[in-house]
T-cell receptor, first 113, second 114 residues
Framework: AQSVTQLDSQVPVFEEAPVELRCNYSSSVSVYLFWYVQYPNQGLQLLLKYLSGSTLVKGINGFEAEFNKSQTSFHLRKPSVHISDTAEYFCAVSDMRYSTLTFGKGTMLLVSP | ETGVTQSPTHLIKTRGQQVTLRCSSQSGHNTVSWYQQALGQGPQFIFQYYREEENGRGNFPPRFSGLQFPNYSSELNVNALELDDSALYLC?????????????FGPGTRLTVL
């Protein structure tokens, strides 16, 4: 079984500032790692994913994440945020066999002018 | 390429009633999963269908059931609705069979149980 911990329920930040959303996971098997974004009253949109290879993964909208196996972390970063990045961000893991997702509780990113 | 679609968008039911939610998977995707997202929480896995058979189930009671059709579309049925069933229900599809790596989500159905 897997579990995901998103350490911050809410992250307030000013526009054009950098941001890091933290994610730690637990699993007894190798996993795939994902970040999804959810805008108000919408479904989930895939931001980026780590399957294998380079531990630094680039996604859409200028986001990137780094997989750290020793620390079982997959933190999401953006060097300069925009007002439009205000949304809920979910970290998720899946095992490599059945690919069902286990999500964290989400981090609300609040970008203000 | 058409993405994942779900219907209806919103639904209001009363306790004890039954509900059916529908999902059309993304073109070429043969695996469908359903998730329940309660307010303020992350999505929770309900079950997954591959080739019209349930293949994997989360910690949900049997009154949550589903179907997958030959065209890979899917239904989620919930019997004897309870207040705690109020949530956003998300459908996700993926290609590559059971080992396909990425799930793509629909917009969800918001169910309110009164």
């Amino acid at each position: 079984a897997q579990s995901v911990t998103q350490l911050d329920s809410q992250v307030p930040v000013f526009e054009e500032a950098p941001v890091e959303l933290r994610c730690n996971y637990s699993s007894s098997v190798s996993v795939y790692l994902f970040w999804y974004v959810q805008y108000p009253n919408q479904g989930l949109q895939l931001l980026l994913k780590y399957l294998s290879g380079s531990t630094l993964v680039k996604g859409i909208n200028g986001f990137e994440a780094e997989f750290n196996k020793s620390q079982t972390s997959f933190h999401l970063r953006k060097p300069s945020v925009h007002i439009s990045d205000t949304a809920e961000y979910f970290c998720a893991v899946s095992d490599m066999r059945y690919s069902t997702l286990t999500f964290g509780k989400g981090t609300m990113l609040l970008v203000s002018p | 390429e058409t993405g994942v679609t779900q219907s209806p968008t919103h639904l209001i039911k009363t306790r004890g009633q039954q509900v059916t939610l529908r999902c059309s998977s993304q073109s070429g995707h043969n695996t469908v999963s359903w998730y329940q997202q309660a307010l303020g929480q992350g999505p929770q896995f309900i079950f997954q269908y591959y080739r019209e058979e349930e293949n994997g189930r989360g910690n949900f009671p049997p009154r949550f059931s589903g179907l997958q059709f030959p065209n890979y579309s899917s239904e989620l049925n919930v019997n004897a609705l309870e207040l705690d069933d109020s949530a956003l229900y998300l459908c996700a599809s993926r290609g590559g069979g059971l080992s396909g790596d990425t799930q793509y989500f629909g917009p969800g159905t918001r169910l309110t149980v009164l």
